[in-house]
């Protein structure tokens, strides 16, 4: 009768797209795991227990089952979203997908300068790129938590964050070869 939760891109993918559509419901064609379903999933806003500390509790659990291995949203993040207007009609897969959300890599993002280059660095389509002048665009590669390399040219220069006790980027470095310069983060 409906697509299945455990495997689900939905279901695992951004919270800020699950919260909403168990809130306010989902119609039309989706695809779930290669199959396309249409059909109406009523929403649950209007039910008098389900409160900010129960969503949170519905969504880990979704988001644990089975295959499942999504990160637990935060009790802060699910109140913020119950707290916006509720919609007049469920969510299709279009308009849900136009819904900003965050990622592990949004705190990477900003304007970093070196001698009189500044670079941006923004996060597009869950990758993380940087955009300097006469060098263009190139997409980072991860390394690990806070180590990325340009994916492309293979000319040997990464990105070191640094990051505050509260993850927020203190310090980014840049090396190349055996040299590692610090560049200023301007905003």
């Known amino acids: 009768l409906a697509p299945e939760l455990a495997g689900s891109e939905w279901v695992t993918g951004p ?3 699950l919260a909403r559509i168990v809130l306010d419901g989902m119609q039309g064609e989706i695809e779930v795991n290669g199959k396309t379903w249409n059909g109406v999933m009523p929403g649950h806003r209007q039910f008098p227990n389900l409160d900010a500390e129960t ?3 519905l969504l880990i659990h979704m988001r644990r089952l089975g295959s499942n291995a999504a ?6 993040k699910v109140s913020e979203i119950m707290a916006l207007p509720p919609r007049t009609t469920p969510w299709t897969a279009e ?3 136009e819904v900003p959300y965050e990622t592990a890599l949004d705190k990477f993002a900003g304007k970093y300068k070196i001698s009189f280059i ?14 300097a002048p006469m060098q263009g665009t190139s997409v980072l590669k991860q390394i690990d938590d806070t180590l990325f390399e340009v994916a492309e040219g293979g000319d040997g220069m990464r990105f070191r964050f640094e990051l505050s006790k509260q993850g927020e980027v203190e310090a980014m470095y840049l090396q190349r070869g055996d040299s590692e310069n610090l560049v200023e983060k301007v905003r």
């Open 15 to 17: 919270v800020e797209w």
């Open 55 to 57: 969503l949170t509790g």
């Open 71 to 76: 990160d637990a949203p935060s009790l802060v």
């Open 95 to 97: 308009a849900i997908t």
């Open 118 to 131: 500044t670079m941006t660095i923004s996060v597009e389509n869950g990758q993380l790129r940087v955009e």
